[in-house]
């Protein structure tokens, strides 16, 4: 399991905008093959600026399926146009985590 990290900067006064067309497109992302869900988060300083975490079974899935696909150009479709500079991506594997929900 991988998770594909975008850290997006969009321009200001379009988070709004941004958050509606990721919720738009979530369903294209958990149709795709390999897809285990996705989040996303705004950074709490820069407000233009969003991490979105995509859980994938590989990072094959990601790069040679759906980033390949009409998906993805619908999703590019959804929010591209917000987006005030390329999107930094990267993908990582987990190594240590830990919790104190629940508890």
């Known amino acids: 399991m991988v998770t594909n990290v975008a850290v997006i900067e969009v321009k200001p006064g379009m988070e709004r905008e941004f958050v509606a067309g990721v919720e738009q497109a979530m ?4 149709r795709a093959k390999g897809c285990h869900g996705l989040s996303l988060e705004q950074c709490v300083e820069i ?4 991490f979105l975490r995509v859980r994938w079974e590989s990072a094959a899935h990601n790069q040679n399926l759906f980033v390949k696909s009409d998906d993805f150009k619908a999703w590019r479709k959804l929010v591209g146009h917000c987006f005030a500079g390329k999107p930094k991506v990267h993908h990582a ?8 929900e629940g508890g």
């Open 93 to 100: 594997e987990t190594v240590l985590t830990s919790s104190n």
């Open 47 to 50: 407000p233009e600026q969003f």
């Open 27 to 30: 369903p294209l992302f958990l």
